[in-house]
């Protein structure tokens, strides 16, 4: 499969504001390592899964990646050209090609625009309809694609007035009408009711057989990456601690945390909690990462050396990834 | 024993342009000790049943009729006074946004003790006593009950409302939506509590929340509701393995199950109906695969498919059936 | 904020955001009594002065100092001149010092403080610094200074009165836009690819509005106390008959040691209503835009 983004040791690191007299008596000032060397390709009409706990990084290096945040090291290719090499005018078309799609409808919608210069606003703000009759056809058309029938009724509608199915159908509408060829989905259906669910994963599935678009897909619900993604990559504290296509990692982990992670997973038809299953605590801060493997204090199988050496990310598997001394033997 | 009895409980919410049947009908029974799960989607009125058992409605919002028994004593008609004796002692409720539901400039453990010096009329010491153990109990480190609600993390966030829920040791606690802004593995350990707790102190659960595999995990019995009525009862086993109600079936049907078949499962089309303008017949007719003539005109009557398990559909009723054939 | 396509979905669009808001303001009784009171002078200031004669010619000894008539219906001032036709030719120029000198406060406010909000860091404390000292500098004082400086003429009194009157919405609009600048929706118009001014204007001004236009209403209040109070104290345009020169002159012939009532009141009457008029709308504004205290 051709790449289309090439992540290559990204970092995101930030700089705690501490208060005036901390900084007076010469204290280091705190970073946050929110992305610590993420490396991963995603091929084109590819959908890879970024997985992971609130605090894992996994909002960041999407964000990173389209960089509305500024990564801070490592390299983001997007067909081979390096993004953060990108100046301005390079990034403007860049982000014509590369899209994102927000977790909550109700707030990434601005509440006073109507749903036509909702999604004209990118054709607009690129300067790329000629006419208005063709701005009309373009807007209908990308509303028509991401499921929302009889568009030109909906026109003067405001968010507000849609369901929440249908907002985020407007959301991607956004995305589409600019034709990408890559969207970062971070949690898109976590907002929305079970029931409406399927209808815009299905929908983002089909994009892809259709478009060949690709999608960096963020959430923290394993069931749903393994439903829509071809592979899925495992965070935890900015880093990816397993990587592998989507059956493998969920029925064949390797690394401890995802074990514990797949063992979880909800499901209404039996109980599955036990004590043993159930890690202990919760995801440190990313201020503190533990030394070692970063998550040895957690980890229920951990030696002596996960506490001493950070643990090489490594194919251990052809095309599945991990990082864990268990698995070097 | 009984412990918690409602029948046909009925509250509007009214607003300018009419009431909306927020709740309409609603039966539930809760044995002692017993977990009840309430499900439903956003706008089904599940909280409003929950808000409308410990009598803390918005003001807009009245109980219409039906009747709420604890323990044999009614509650609909029981004065404000009354109810403000029932409230924490018997009844307790864990609201979903833990960071909303603490002060944010009182200690943790302040507010803990508050309750019970209020409600248990302890001494300062006694309720400072009492707070170090029910931290221990939700398996907080009692140390930490001078701390700020923000020096604590979302799961022990979480844990402290559960601790400040079951300070006086109330017979029934309601959950709303305990888990839902917690990550899996903290959701795992604070269901996985909420049992352990039942257990030690018998208290029943009413546990409200849109997923169900948080029913499945914790609930002897599960109330799935739809538009403000409640479409199936039963046990939980019983429910999710034979579903009655096609609602119940397609809500199933779309949970990922990952020992099922990887597809995306079909989702339910269109979208919940305004409260304010309820459709006619059966309030799914319209979203439902099933649908017949007589489900767009009369409202189905609750039929009993096997003990406990209860449906509102015309398709299981055999008096319906019996007059077409 | 609206790039909708046609001149009649414009108008559609209008029709539909007006209704729904006036089908909200119309439950405020105190919105209602405000409006009521400013359609009122706003109908005097428009039509009045075609009704009445105000000459400001002396009308002769005996009529000097007269009280209300059926002749005068408010009686006449020191030259002779009717009181009432007196009230109503001065409507016009204070309600248009007020409402113009509103205008070029809420322009400077909202863009300083759009501005300071959205670029925040260095920006934002330049911009906020110099806020602070209009804020804090008494503006009676620099408003009298700058009054007499450039001299007593209609288009100086409007600018006066502009230039001073901004800093407190500056303040209020760049503490919303901190907010709305982190909305995802803002993150998303960066995304498709916008500039920071394509999102200024139809992002965080579209949201913002709300607020400029609330609080419009209220500086048009203290912009009408403020015509008023120059003029009072004689900073005014003499020539131009307002409440504030009127009540200047009332003041300096000494209305009060004559006893003249209706010389004084009726402009200060009007002055007290005015303002009451603005305050009622920009609170029962707040309360209608503001979507905390509306939600059901």
Known sequence: ???????????????????????????????????????????????????????????????????????????????????????????????????????????????????????????????????????????????????????????????????????????????????????????PVSMLDLSIRAGILKLMVDLRDKKGIGYLFITHDLSLAWLVSDRIAIMYLGKIVELGSADKVIKEPLHPYTRALVSVIPTPRRKVITQQSLLKGETPDPVNVPAGCRFHPRCPEAKPRCREAVPLYREVRPGHFAACHLLDS | MTLLEVNDLTTYYKLKEGRVRACEGVSLRLEKGEALGLVGESASGKTTVALSLIKLLPENASIAGGSIKLDGKELVTAAEEEMRKIRWKEISIIFQGAMNALNPVRTVGDQIAETLKIHDKLTDREAWQRTRALFEKVEIDPDRVREYPHEFSGGMRQRAMIAMAIACNPRLVIGDEPTTALDVMVQAQVLQLLQQLREEIEMGLILITHDLSVVGETCDKVAVMYAGQIAEYGPTEEVFTRPAHPYTRALIAAFPDIEGERALASSIPGNPPNLLYPPPGCRFHERCSEAKPLCREAQPRTININNHHYASCHLLDRQVKSCRA | MLQTQTRKDRFTLLK???????????????GIAGLVILLFFALMALVGPHLVTYTGEIEGAEMVLQPPSAAHWLGTDDLGRDVFAGVVVGSRISLLVGLAATVISMVIGAIIGIAAGYYGKTVDTILMRFTDIFLVIPWLPLMLVMAALLGPSLGNIIFVIGITGWAGTARIIRSQTLSIKERPYVERARAIGSGDLHIMVHHILPNVFPLIFANTILVAAVAILSETTLSFLGMGDPTRMSWGVMLHFAFEMGAVSFGAWWWLIPPGVCVVLVVLGFTFIGYALDEVLNPKLRRR
């Open chain 1, 1 to 187: 499969m051709q790449s289309l983004v090439s992540v290559d040791q990204l970092e995101v690191h930030f700089a705690v504001r501490t208060g005036f007299m901390q900084s007076m008596f010469g204290k280091e000032t705190p970073v946050v390592r929110a992305v610590d060397g993420v490396s991963f390709e995603l091929g084109k009409g590819e959908i890879l899964c970024l997985a992971g706990e609130s605090g894992s990084g996994k909002t960041t290096t999407g964000k990173a990646i389209l960089r509305l945040v500024e990564p801070t090291g490592g390299k983001v290719l997007y067909e081979g050209e390096d993004v953060r090499s990108y100046n301005r005018l390079r990034l403007r078309a860049f982000r014509q090609e590369a899209q994102i799609i927000f977790q909550d409808p109700y707030e990434s919608l601005n509440p006073r625009q109507t749903v036509f210069s909702t999604v004209a606003e990118p054709l607009e703000v690129n300067n790329l309809c000629r006419s208005l009759a063709e701005k009309e056809e373009r807007v209908a058309q990308a509303l028509v694609d991401a499921g929302l029938h009889n568009p030109r009724e909906l026109f003067l509608r405001y968010p507000h007035e849609l369901s929440g199915g249908q907002r985020q159908r407007l959301a991607i509408a956004g995305a589409l009408v600019l034709d990408p060829k890559f969207i970062v989905a971070d949690e």
């Open chain 3, 16 to 30: 539909k955001n007006l209704s729904t808001f006036w089908g909200v303001y119309r439950e405020n009784t105190m």
